[in-house]
């Protein structure tokens, strides 16, 4: 089959039709490390790798994080096969994975397993381009700002319950502060904003609510976007770095399953 790319919007995301042998060559994965620093999200349409092709493709690319089943996370909203489903009512807001971590993540590879009858189509926007087209005005007066990124604000936000427990846990993490324009080691600057963005430190509250309400909706403009409606045996691997991620809500006992595997981070918020 070869190898054959198409961007799919002029900012963000790129196609690529190819077959599993030749995915699974180094040489392919370096142009895929590639592609992805560069365009933040790649489709594999009806690619329909193997859990193992897929977590063999993940360690060509970078370091696999040990979770789930031999690298595979099952994502799936089903009580009857995740007991921790309710936490996944986050990813219906637009988020970056990590931000409390130093080192977020580098990348995630997901296919789609079994599908929802409605909903569950996932979007991406990029952090890098919502940044480069900010008005000089606006970088100005945001440079040297951090933001405190908090558990228990995603939570409330993501509507997840918030029993006694539950509260217990999210307090028990406490905040963690990035700064809001994040520096990487290529030069090129991106937005660390999201659900989990609580407040910008050291300004007045009500300020700071407009600030992010206004950097968000800026971020997420459809200039920015790509939205994915999935296929059964899809595979799509997105750049954590440079772009925030939401899955349109659907219905908890839709059967919905993707399989996902997680490239440990490189680089730390800066």
Not at 41 to 65: H, K, M, S, W
Not at 104 to 109: C, K, N, R
Request: charged letters at 25%; a negative charge; hydrophobic letters at 40%.
């Amino acid at each position: 089959m070869g190898f054959a790319a198409r961007k799919l919007t002029e900012r963000t995301g790129t196609e690529i039709h190819t077959d599993p042998a030749t995915l699974l060559q180094a040489a392919t994965a370096q142009e895929i490390r590639r592609l992805l620093q560069e365009r933040g999200v790649l489709v594999f349409p009806r690619i329909n790798l193997t859990d193992e092709q897929q977590v063999e493709l993940a360690g060509l690319i970078g370091t696999v994080r040990k979770e789930g089943e031999k690298g595979i996370h099952k994502i799936t909203l089903d009580v009857r096969e995740n007991a921790q489903a309710d936490y996944l009512k986050g990813s219906f807001n637009w988020h970056l994975d990590g931000t409390h971590d130093d080192v977020p993540v580098f990348a995630s590879l997901l296919s789609g397993r079994r599908l929802s009858a409605t909903g569950g189509q996932t979007e991406f926007t990029s952090t890098y381009a919502a940044y480069e087209t900010l008005p000089d005005a606006m970088k100005a007066r945001i440079a040297g700002l951090k933001m405190a990124h908090s558990v228990p604000v995603s939570m409330k936000r993501g509507g997840v319950e918030a029993t006694p427990k539950n509260v217990e846990y999210w307090n028990g993490l406490p905040d963690k502060v990035h700064n809001l324009v994040w520096t990487h080691s290529d030069g090129r600057k991106s937005l660390v904003i999201g659900c989990h963005a609580s407040h910008v430190v050291g300004i007045d509250r009500a300020e700071s609510d407009a600030l992010l309400e206004e950097l968000l909706a800026w971020a997420t403009q459809p200039q920015f976007i790509y939205r994915h409606e999935w296929t059964v045996g899809d595979m799509l691997i997105w750049n954590n770095t440079g772009v925030l991620h939401r899955a349109e809500p659907y219905p908890l006992d839709s059967g919905r399953m993707m399989h996902r595997t997680t490239l440990m981070g490189e680089e730390a918020f800066a």
